[in-house]
């Protein structure tokens, strides 16, 4: 049974002048569990709504998301967060780290709504990222490469069984890319987890074995 | 424990705003409970002071200028009586102890009364007489002294330090008399109003010079303490009621209590002056934390993100407000006994009447509690915009 299984999943907005504009489209969509597949798009081909979708940040208009078994797209946003919490890990362009929070404590927050905080865990992951010298220090303190590493050890925080990563390398110089792409990979790999990739950019796209065009399987995009 | 975490990192990250909105509820809260205590404190203290007399029998004039001249050393004698009035009352058979008074004399705004050595006999609580504590008591017809503790401490004079009388209850420095007094004794504090009283022979007011002559043989009130104090109805209906010149107040509670509901319009002017001034710092929590949601927006994407919950969220504003309250109720504590610590300082000096800030008062434990409840209900309006908060919007940053 595939790990992450997608039907008939439909979301539109209603766009300012009272019109509606179908976002995602997609008929049909499988991963496998501790697969790593990238998905390439262009800016507005609902890269970041399907991620949301899959994540339960948004709840689908109509369609299926059955995550490890589980029927996302009839659960209440409680139970959405909850699935969340304890399954899905996520990576941001934009790291999205806490500013008022060290290194330790985004990775420890990472745990603390899912599976509960871990200290220990937590210390090992911001090791095997190359960040143990830096577990006090504030997101303000690292360099945008170190960061990208506290987002990646916070994402496997939970002990996720999913990955979504947003174009996680298109804030870092073409080094920090590559390194970074190779950490979240190997780190996904180890921790048992699947690994979901959205990016635009050919370099990443080229480094996975499996790429998935979002515009050949979302209707919307195309 | 991450919802208290959640809530401290955001007190940390809007350090300032908590501060000064802490500071307003320490304010607002000190002042709630200083009002309350000091406006309660008062009341109890008055009412139930009596110095351990049941009541005083003076010229014709009203009860309460009579208990605050003769009780409390506040205002104006109403007058004098002659002496035979104080041995008639002196000898009834419901009188217990009757203590002469007459004043008319000062030192530095102290006022000299004089007494017998009678004084010294009359328990001004069960058990607790007006005791020398340094020196000796006075001896009728010399120019001896016995200070008030309190009186001691603020002229600075000593057991056998002298000094001039000024003529008058206030101080005027042309008005000095020649008679030069000696200090024999002080008193033991007593936490009542003879505190802050120096104590003479009777004699030595009634005999000072400049003073009129006709005065030598007047008092100016006798305060009494009765064998029954059921018996003060008797003699109130003796000397109010059947004579018309002279003025027996009793019991000495009842005219007091007069005079605060006389002025129980202030107390309730204060009260809503101190519930406004707290409505007013629990708005400015309110305020505060609605104003910062614009930048807390993002915070609040990730940390739902990472999948807290909305009404996880939601707990943790609200108990965002009601730390700030609880900080500021800590400080308010300190903003409490300074106002009452200044307040007491201010009634003991001007009526001896003593005030113990530190007592406990349930106002001390509801009006935090309810201070930290309203700051924490004024936290449900950002809250709620909190839990609507568009996670997938807020994600990206605001450039």
Known sequence: MPLLEISQLKKAYTSPDGGTHVVVDVPEFKLEAQAQVALSGESGSGKTTFLNLIAGILAPDTGSIKLNGLELAGLRESARDRVRATTIGYIFQTFNLLQGYTALENVLLGMSFGPGAD????????????????????????????????AVARALANRPKLVLADEPTGNLDHANAGES????????????????????DREVLGQFESVQELGKFNRAAK | MTILLIVAKSLRQHLLSTVVTAASIALAGGLLMAVWVVKTQSNDAFTKQNAGFDAVLGARSAKLQLVLNAIFHLEASPGNLPWSDYEDIAKNSAVALALPIAVGDNYHGYRLVGTTTNLFAVEHRPGRRYRVAEGNAFEAGYMEAVLGSFAARQLKLQVGDKFHPYHGLNFDEKQKHDELYVVTGI????????????????????????????SAAEISAVL???????????????????????????????????????????DKVLELVAWL??????????????????????????????????????LAVVLECAAIAVLGMIAAFAVYLGITTVAAGIIRAETGVVLDAFAWHPILAWAPAAMIGLSALAGVIPAVKAYRTNVAENLVPVS
């Open chain 2, 187 to 214: 008193l033991e504090p007593s936490n009542t109003p003879a505190d802050r009283v120096i104590w003479i022979p009777l004699e030595g007011i009634q005999n000072m010079k400049g003073h009129d002559a006709k």
């Open chain 2, 277 to 314: 001034v707290a409505a007013v710092a629990t708005g400015s929590v309110l305020a505060s934390i609605y104003n910062s949601m614009n930048e807390r927006r993002r915070d609040i994407a990730i940390l739902r993100a990472l999948g807290a919950r909305a009404h996880t969220i939601f």
């Open chain 1, 119 to 150: 200290r220990e865990f937590a210390k090992a992951l911001l090791k095997r990222v190359g960040l143990d010298t830096k577990l006090n220090h504030l997101p303000r303190q690292l360099s945008t490469g170190q960061q990208q590493r506290v």
């Open chain 2, 224 to 266: 009494v303490k009765l064998k029954n104090p059921i018996a003060g109805r008797g003699l109130e209906l003796m000397y109010n009621k059947q004579g018309n010149r002279l003025t027996f107040a009793w019991p000495i509670a009842q005219v007091v209590a007069e005079l605060f509901g006389k002025i129980a319009w202030f």
């Open chain 1, 181 to 200: 792409l190779k950490l979240i990979r190997e780190a996904c790999r180890e921790n048992g987890a699947a690994l979901l990739l959205v990016s635009h």
